[in-house]
């Protein structure tokens, strides 16, 4: 399947390494169309010489163009956010894992039965639970 | 007019006191339908008691009802990114304001035309672009 992994970029890249393997662990059996997200920059390589206009443009083509969207959310992010609405309106399914001991979820996420969402405390917990919510697709 | 505060709450708290003078700005001569965005709490008052489930539809029952958006992005949300959004898909005009010594915007909202953006360094810059931006509705 064609995976749109979703994850803070400008909003803060606490969790980049953290995107990092869960992208590469994704890769074992499916495509991910945002790999960038995961690269061990502030920026990621994608974007060096892009106008935000065609990061823009890239990225709503990749979402309309995946199956499935997997989403971190525990560093907030405007940008994951707004995906995540996206992908709402475009009706794919979306699966949103973040870390409780980081913060509370917003109530827009948690509070919209569209969402399929799961705490996880461990890593492992994490690829064990983004395997299953692809395995039931 | 009927105006939509978004700002960040579960995001993290640091610029409740300035979305609260902006409120109280906008209150001059609109009525904000999210007062309690500004509230100087971490949780404001109309969440209290409230499931999380609630708080979504209270949100998205204002947001079909405004007359338009005014979000202060300065601090990284994934709630605002999603308001932005479904902002957008039920076509209420958005304009979004951010301090550039804060951090780089998303590009999924920088990159994206519908939105109305303004950068700004002063809180009394703030006040006259979000009355110029209504003013011109």
Known sequence: MKIYF?????GGRADA?????????LQLRHTVLTEHVGAQSAFPTVEEGMTDHAI????MA?????????AECSTPSH????ELAMAQQLG???FIFYRPDRGFLSA?????PYYHISPYLEESELFSLADAALEFL
């Open 6 to 10: 979703a994850g803070s970029i400008r």
């Open 17 to 25: 390494a953290l995107y990092a393997r869960l992208i590469a662990h």
């Open 56 to 59: 823009w443009l890239q990225d």
């Open 62 to 70: 990749w979402l309309r163009d995946c199956d499935a969207v997997i």
């Open 79 to 82: 940008g994951v956010g707004y």
């Open 92 to 94: 794919k399914p979306v």
């Open 108 to 112: 827009m996420l948690t509070g919209d």
